[in-house]
């Protein structure tokens, strides 16, 4: 059964940074293009960036230049750096993959900024 855990969230005041990992089990990442969405709250949900298996990788335009996504397959894991965060950045980040025609949810961590 394929899993995802997402962690590393926190509160975190305007300008700093942070780190998100997602943890996979169940399959490996290698060759998989994994996803990151956030649900800012009272908002829908958004994509925010993609790592793809081939080591591509795609940004929403308002996070480019403060978001770097990476991944280590060798740990099953990909990560969210978040740098100069800012209020609009707060919610719920998820990571998904789509494996064998079925899509994976973690249960997302929670990331809060304050001013």
């Known amino acids: 059964q394929v899993q995802l855990v997402e962690s590393g969230g926190a509160s975190v005041q305007a300008a700093g940074s942070l780190r998100l990992s997602c943890t996979a089990s169940g399959t490996s990442l290698r060759g998989n293009t994994v996803y990151w969405h956030r649900q800012p709250p009272g908002r829908n949900q958004e994509w925010v960036a993609t790592?793809?298996?081939?080591?591509?990788?795609h940004y929403r335009d308002s996070v480019k230049d403060r978001f770097t996504a990476s991944r280590e397959d060798t740990q099953n894991m990909v990560f969210l750096q978040l740098n100069k965060v800012n209020p609009e950045d707060s919610g719920v980040y998820y990571c998904q993959m789509i494996f064998d025609t079925l899509e994976y949810w973690g249960h997302g961590t929670q990331v809060t900024v304050s001013a």
């Open positions: 790592s793809t298996g081939s080591g591509l990788i």
